[in-house]
Nanobody, 119 residues
Framework: VQLVESGGGLVQPGGSLRLSCAAF????????MMWYRQAPGKERELVAT????????NYADSVKGRFTIWRDDVESTVYLQMNRLQLQDTAVYYC?????????????WGQGTQVNVSP
C-alpha cells in the first residue's frame, strides 16, 4: 500500500493550494480518508475527513470555511483544497487511509507534503 501526496509549496497569506493524495495497493472505497498536519514543535492534528461510502465530511474548526476535502473513487485520490491560507497553516500535511470495515482496521500514511505560508 502506498499513499503519495503532492501539491505542497510556498504561498503567500490569502493564497490557495490544492493537495492530492493518490492511493495504490488498496481498495479505495473501503477506506475513510483523512488529512492531518503537523507544524514544527506541535503535535499532529486532524484537519479533515471524508467517509468511504457516504462521503460525509468533517473539518477542524480552524479550517472550516477555508478548506474543502473531496475524493475521486475512480482515481483513488483524495484532495484538499486550501483557500485563504494563513501563516498558522504552515505544516507538513499527511494523508491517512483508515479501513472502514473494522473497528481497528488497517491505517496507512503518506510521506507528507510541506506547505509554507509566508509573506
Amino acid at each position: 500500500v502506498q499513499l503519495v501526496e503532492s501539491g505542497g509549496g510556498l504561498v503567500q497569506p490569502g493564497g490557495s493550494l490544492r493537495l492530492s493524495c493518490a492511493a495504490f495497493g488498496l481498495t479505495f472505497t473501503d477506506y475513510h480518508m483523512m488529512w492531518y498536519r503537523q507544524a514544527p514543535g506541535k503535535e499532529r492534528e486532524l484537519v479533515a475527513t471524508i467517509d468511504d461510502f457516504t462521503h460525509r465530511v468533517n473539518y477542524a474548526d480552524s479550517v472550516k470555511g477555508r478548506f474543502t476535502i473531496w475524493r475521486d473513487d475512480v482515481e483513488s485520490t483524495v484532495y484538499l483544497q486550501m483557500n485563504r491560507l494563513q501563516l498558522q497553516d504552515t505544516a507538513v500535511y499527511y494523508c491517512q487511509a483508515r479501513d472502514s470495515r473494522a473497528v481497528r482496521g488497517a491505517v496507512y500514511w503518506g510521506q507528507g507534503t510541506q506547505v509554507n505560508v509566508s509573506p
